[in-house]
């Protein structure tokens, strides 16, 4: 494989999540801060990615994005009629992508590797770093440590992170609530870091004022994943937010799970869909362009581990209505937006129609 200047440290990252062709958005957050290391790391990515894809069982790609050099292994697992064994042959195919990475990565050897969310893929990482017989560290991202996310680790789970957690060099985490969430199912690491999700400040800006229109935007930027984003919720305080005023309009960006869901919930509930765009996934200068044209952003989620969304939008000089979760918590102040409880739609309701008045 190719190497970049030999000065440059380099780095192996290997997450769970990274965007490809077929999801773009998955891990973005992480391509993000694999772009802002390459100034001074020589980056590659590891990607391990069960996929569907034709008749083939196994699929390398080797691409160069944005000055990073990522190696994809696509497998497939054999859909089997003994549902006891699809667990291991799942584990075992896996595997067997994993060695067919390590052929490819060839005399490749990294100065550290950086394994982003527990559990299998930090497994891989321990492997590799005593392969190469160098030192790991994890980055977490994943919301499962919440309760109110029903997927928290059971005690065997934990078992198995605590090993991999104690054999790194660090563990990072996006915000000081992930921090407290991962102590909460006692997992700790005497190491532990935390460093938010990278914004690009030269990209976001400060938005020119807007004129004096008496219409106000409402913006909404989510993953449409109603169980931690609630956005049944936030449809459900504007649907009272329509029914004592008409000064608004509102801008829903995003694509997800649920996509369909809330757009069928919208007719349940006999909102007016006159007041309500769906732009979709935006990205690049397109997704700036939704914040410079807005009020203010709502954050309604349920559970967050950080929240890219309230960061670019203060960056980008909106206020904000936000939970008190992830690093909304830590973040807005009076003179930056308004902090409500998640689940609270009622308290949703007041503080967007405080913001509209504000």
């Known amino acids: 494989m190719n190497q970049l ?27 993000h801060l694999a772009e802002s290391l390459t100034g001074a790391c020589d980056v590659t990515v590891f990607h391990v990615i069960s996929n569907d894809f034709g008749q083939s069982k196994m699929k390398v790609t080797l691409e160069y994005e944005e000055g990073i050099q990522i190696l994809r292994i696509f497998y497939k697992t054999n859909p089997t009629s003994f549902p006891l064994i699809a667990p291991l042959l799942k584990i075992v195919m896996y595997y067997m992508a994993y ?21 299998r893929n930090t497994i891989l990482a321990w492997l590799l770093s005593l392969h190469f017989k160098v030192p790991f560290l994890i980055s977490e991202h994943w919301s499962r440590y919440y309760p109110e996310s029903g997927n928290t680790p059971n005690y065997f789970h934990r078992l198995l992170i605590n090993i991999v957690v104690r054999r790194s060099k660090a563990l990072v985490c996006v915000s000081l609530a992930l921090m407290k969430a991962l102590e909460s199912c006692r997992i700790i690491h005497p190491e532990t870091i935390i460093i938010g999700n990278i914004i690009d400040n030269t990209f976001f800006i400060p938005r020119k004022k807007l004129s004096g229109n008496q219409i106000r935007q409402i913006l ?66 397109h997704l700036v362009h939704a914040y ?34 992830g690093i909304a918590a830590e973040l807005i102040t009076p003179e930056r937006g308004i902090l409500i409880d998640p689940g609270d739609d009622v308290a949703l309701f007041h503080a967007m129609n405080e913001m509209l008045d504000s």
């Open 99 to 119: 060695r067919r990475g390590v052929n490819e990565l060839g005399p490749y050897r990294p100065d550290l590797i950086h394994a982003h969310v527990l559990t």
């Open 5 to 31: 200047a030999d000065q440059k440290i380099k780095v192996l990252f290997i997450p769970r999540w990274y965007p490809d062709k077929t999801d773009p958005m998955s891990g973005l957050f992480i391509r």
């Open 220 to 285: 909404h930027v989510s993953c449409f994943d109603d169980k931690s984003k609630n956005i049944t919720g936030f449809l459900h305080a504007l649907h009272r937010l329509s029914q004592c005023r008409n000064d608004f309009n509102v801008f829903i960006v995003g694509d997800g799970v649920d996509f369909q869901k809330i757009k069928t919930y919208i007719h349940e509930i006999g909102l007016n869909e006159n007041f309500i765009k769906f732009a979709g996934l935006l990205t690049g200068q």
């Open 292 to 325: 410079h044209n807005s009020d203010f952003l709502v954050q309604s989620s349920v559970f967050e581990t950080f929240g890219t969304v309230v960061v670019e939008a203060l960056v980008s000089g909106l206020p904000v209505v936000a939970t008190r979760t």
